[in-house]
C-alpha cells in the first residue's frame, strides 16, 4: 500500500510541481520527521545545554531530557523537536557533537 501511494505522489508532483510545495507544508507539520533522539549524554545535561547545542541547526520547539524519577538526573538520552524538518536534518548529517 505505501508503494502505491509514493508511486501516486510521484506521478501527482511530476504532472502538478506545485504540489511538492503542499507536501513539504504537510511534512513539516508531522512531529515524526522533526523529532530527533539524542544518546550518550552525561547526566548532567539539562534541556537548556542541548539546546544550546542544537539552536545552531535551526528552531527548536521543544526539548526533553529523559530523567531519572528519583534523582532527577539524566538518563543519557532526550528528544529534541525541531520547527521544521530541514532542521532536523541538517542536525542528524552531523552526528558526534
Known amino acids: 500500500?505505501?508503494?502505491h501511494l509514493v508511486a501516486l505522489i510521484k506521478k501527482g508532483v511530476s504532472?502538478?510541481?506545485?504540489?511538492i510545495e503542499i507536501i513539504?507544508?504537510?511534512a513539516d507539520m508531522d512531529p515524526t520527521h522533526r523529532k530527533i533522539f539524542i544518546h550518550g549524554h552525561g547526566w548532567d545535561t539539562t534541556a537548556e545545554t542541548l539546546t544550546s547545542v542544537f539552536c545552531?541547526?535551526?528552531?527548536?520547539e521543544n526539548c526533553k531530557v529523559?530523567?531519572?524519577r528519583v534523582s532527577g538526573k539524566?538518563?543519557?538520552?532526550?528528544f529534541i523537536l525541531f520547527k521544521h524538518r530541514s532542521d532536523a536534518?541538517?542536525?542528524l548529517k552531523?552526528?558526534?557533537k
Open 1 to 3: 500500500m505505501k508503494d
Open 15 to 19: 504532472k502538478h510541481p506545485d504540489l
Open 24 to 26: 513539504c507544508e504537510l
Open 56 to 60: 545552531e541547526y535551526g528552531e527548536i
Open 66 to 68: 529523559v530523567t531519572d
Open 74 to 78: 539524566s538518563k543519557g538520552y532526550a
Open 89 to 91: 536534518r541538517k542536525a
Open 94 to 96: 552531523q552526528p558526534q
